[in-house]
């Protein structure tokens, strides 16, 4: 078992898609994001997973179930399972943003370059993980 060991600060920032899934365990996945400005990723709901979000370029916006907390560089934020949520970036810049989800999401390997890809491609987990 190899786990996941890497800069996770650099990654981020390098990142320039909607979605790229890093890691995928059988109870946490970790999923970088870009998100542009004046962009959001979509109000959701996760009835059955906890979700961690750290913020590490831009400014934006979390919203978690109606109540709105501005979010920079170096921010964190969990959005509990069953709470209605969207983040949104209002900087001049893309908001770049780590996410984990507890359990996984999205399907190992996924890669979506853009908001319009990913709910084009809309698919969860499948049980499938990294290792």
Same mark, same amino acid.
């Given at each position: 078992?190899?786990?996941?060991? =890497?800069?996770?600060?650099? *990654?981020?920032?390098?990142?320039? =898609?909607?979605?790229?899934? *890093? +890691? &995928? ?6 999923? *970088?994001?870009?998100?542009?400005? !004046? =962009? #959001?990723? !979509?109000?959701?709901?996760? #009835? #059955? ?23 920079? /560089? =170096? +921010? ?5 399972a069953g709470a209605r949520h969207n983040v949104k970036c209002t900087g001049n810049q893309p908001l770049r943003l +780590? &996410?984990? +989800? ?7 390997? &996924?890669?979506?370059? &853009?908001?319009?890809?990913?709910? /084009?491609?809309?698919?969860?987990? #499948? ?5």
């Amino acid at each position: 078992m190899r786990g996941f060991v =890497d800069d996770i600060e650099k *990654l981020t920032e390098e990142n320039t =898609d909607f979605r790229r899934v *890093l +890691y &995928t365990g059988q109870n946490l996945q970790l999923v *970088l994001m870009s998100i542009q400005p !004046g =962009d #959001d990723i !979509g109000e959701e709901v996760h #009835d #059955d997973r906890d979700q961690f979000f750290r913020v590490e370029q831009g400014e934006g916006e979390a919203w978690i179930d109606g109540n709105r907390s501005p979010v920079k /560089a =170096d +921010y964190a934020f969990i959005v509990p399972a069953g709470a209605r949520h969207n983040v949104k970036c209002t900087g001049n810049q893309p908001l770049r943003l +780590y &996410t984990v +989800y507890g359990p996984p999401e999205h399907r190992e390997g &996924t890669v979506h370059a &853009t908001k319009a890809q990913a709910e /084009a491609h809309e698919e969860h987990f #499948d049980g499938v993980t990294t290792e």
